[in-house]
């Protein structure tokens, strides 16, 4: 069962879309873990004392290339969800997954795209996961769980052509 908190449809953008905390580097941040921190507070009310952070990733390019994101990963110990303290004018609702759903491949699946790549996407439950909240669930996944625990893939299937009746060559 998921644990929730309740839903406020009050959001001017990104409504429906799921996304860890994060954010634009202020002028007042020493750095981007500076930032997760402060945009983690901002968004859920954690206080940067309750985050013990581990690491972060490599820079993960959007698909309009114009921006990188920089995902860090820490510990929070025992998070209550109906505890957070939701800023309203960027977070509609939180939930937690269980790390069972993820890793079960029957809630994996990917979106392949004609340029060349696939993109994971994680389905099963109310919140579809997608986009770069799932590239990084998948990165941190890959990288942190044993061989064997985790072994969702993704492959691109590179379109064949073919020649129908009457027409020139087309992609299919």
Known sequence: M???????????SYRGQVSFPGGVQDT????LEETALRETFEELGIQRTQIDVWGS????????????V?????????????GLILNR??????????????????????TQFRNGYALPVFIGSEHRIW?????????????LLPSGAY?????????FKTTLPGTKKKKV
């Open 89 to 110: 004018k960027e977070v509609q609702c939180v939930f937690t997954m269980p790390l069972k759903h993820l890793i079960d491949p029957a809630n994996f699946r990917s």
């Open 151 to 159: 072994v969702h893939k993704l492959r691109y299937i590179t379109p």
């Open 57 to 68: 990733g490599c820079f993960v390019g959007t698909r309009q290339k114009d921006m990188a």
């Open 131 to 143: 986009g770069m909240t799932a590239i990084i669930t998948h990165f941190v996944l890959s990288a």
């Open 2 to 12: 998921e644990n929730r908190h309740p839903v406020i449809n009050d959001l001017k």
């Open 70 to 82: 920089m995902p860090f990963i820490g510990y929070l110990g025992e998070v209550s969800v109906e």
């Open 28 to 31: 007042t941040d020493d750095s």
